[in-house]
């Protein structure tokens, strides 16, 4: 399962994922844990997710093209940028007590339209970055540190 560490690209993109999804497993649950603490609402809880899940499945056909159509790593970075900054800004908001339900819904929505077109792009540049008898091991290592992050974020949480 570790071969496709030894492809250098792979390697050093798989490593900066595997750090963005852990950033992006403890967002979504500190979104969650401010929502319950200052609200204490199952439903606005469950709107936030909305908020994030309905943009990424309205624009991953977009997100898609942009993928055939425009630099993968750009479509990557741009995403990743994005995520970054956005993040950042929910962090100040909150750290300045000026976080309120609607920024939480703003920010869901932009972060699940951006997700929309880092998947695609992600997916799209395996082909290009890993050579074939490696794929399995990438595939089996890109959805092994998926999954381990959103472990470690919920354990963190606790």
């Given at each position: ?16 994922q595997a750090i963005s999804r852990l950033g992006d497993s403890l967002y979504r649950i500190a979104l969650l844990w401010w929502v319950k603490e200052k609200t204490g609402s199952a439903a606005i809880m469950g709107t936030v997710f909305v908020f ?107």
């Open positions: 399962m570790l071969r496709s560490l030894s492809h250098r690209p792979f390697a050093l993109l798989w490593g900066g994030s899940l309905v943009p990424m499945l309205i624009f991953l056909l977009i997100g898609g093209i942009a993928a055939d159509r425009l630099p993968r790593l750009r479509v990557m970075l741009g995403s990743d940028v994005l995520r970054g900054v956005l993040i950042l800004g929910v962090a100040f908001l909150a750290a300045t007590d000026q976080l309120v339900v609607w920024h939480i819904y703003a920010a869901s929505l932009i972060f699940g339209f951006v997700e929309a077109f880092f998947q695609p792009a992600y997916f799209a540049i395996m082909p290009d970055l890993i050579p074939g008898e490696l794929r399995p091991s990438a595939n089996a290592l890109t959805n092994l540190s998926g999954q381990f992050a959103v472990l470690l974020a919920q354990h963190w949480a606790r």
